[in-house]
């Protein structure tokens, strides 16, 4: 595998000048077709580290690593054997650090940010699966801001002792958390032929009734049921039926 560290884009534009380097890494490497390639920018960070790290087993590790010095552009790769979560991490040697999160694939995935607002500002393109995760993170958002705005109430409730209106935005806050589980739910279901749905199961509803979690699974086409995240989701149910039995 060729692996370019530092492009210079005085004279070539910048994406090109990495595409068609990256066409020479495919080409010399092409035996090589699980390879994840990520490529992008943090615009504003002239001096740093950022990383490539996945969940292996229940450790958080770093499969690479790259040292930004002046251009805020880079390139990191990663063997997998399958879709899965990976984490684009920053270290701006300031004890700051940012995280983003995206559904990694065979290809190449590209991922442009800021310094400023890391996570907040990345454009992610590449997967299948990081759209369909896409589409789900734009509708939990709006779940989130509202939840933003019930804790304000409340808490104004609280200073002013407003017992009905504490109780108001109590019932408003459930009401919010059903409304988010019965989406998620529906969400993996109807996204069933995506590793993204088992994968939602097990982290945004791990606590939802065990016949939610089952009848996400059991919709699995086996593809799904066999993939890591499958893996999990059949693991978790086992085990919460397991905690009821006894």
């Known amino acids: 595998m060729i692996f370019i560290r530092y492009l210079p884009s005085k004279f070539i534009p910048l994406k090109k000048l990495i595409l068609f380097f990256l066409l020479i890494g495919i080409i010399a490497c092409s035996n090589e077709e699980s390879d994840l390639t990520v ?15 996945k969940i292996q087993d229940t450790a958080v590790v770093t499969v690479d690593s790259i040292q930004i010095n002046g251009d805020d552009s880079f390139v990191l790769t990663s063997r997998l054997d399958e ?17 983003i999160t995206f559904f990694g694939n065979k ?5 442009n940010t ?11 393109s590449g997967s299948p699966q990081q759209s369909v995760l896409q589409e789900y ?7 989130n801001n509202k939840n933003l705005d019930i804790i304000e109430e409340n808490f104004n409730a609280i200073i002013n002792k407003d017992s009905t209106k504490i109780l108001e935005t109590d019932l408003q806050y459930k009401s919010l958390l059903k409304s988010k589980y019965l ?6 279901l109807n996204n ?26 059991v919709s699995l086409p086996d593809s799904i049921a066999i993939s890591k995240y499958g893996k999990k989701l059949k693991s978790l149910i086992e085990k919460r039926r397991k905690l009821e039995n006894e």
């Open 114 to 124: 800021t310094l400023k607002n890391f996570a907040f500002d990345a454009k992610i």
């Open 107 to 111: 290809g190449i995935t590209e991922i």
């Open 183 to 188: 989406y998620t739910i529906n969400f993996a």
């Open 39 to 53: 490529i992008g920018s943090v615009k504003g960070l002239k001096k740093g580290t950022l990383f490539l790290k």
């Open 83 to 99: 879709p899965e979560i990976f984490f684009l991490v920053l270290d701006k040697n300031d004890s700051d650090e940012g995280r």
């Open 137 to 143: 993170n734009q509708m939990v958002a709006r779940f």
């Open 192 to 217: 069933k032929t995506s590793q993204v749905s088992p994968y939602l199961a097990v982290k945004e509803i791990n606590d939802a009734q065990l016949k939610y979690l089952d009848t996400i699974y």
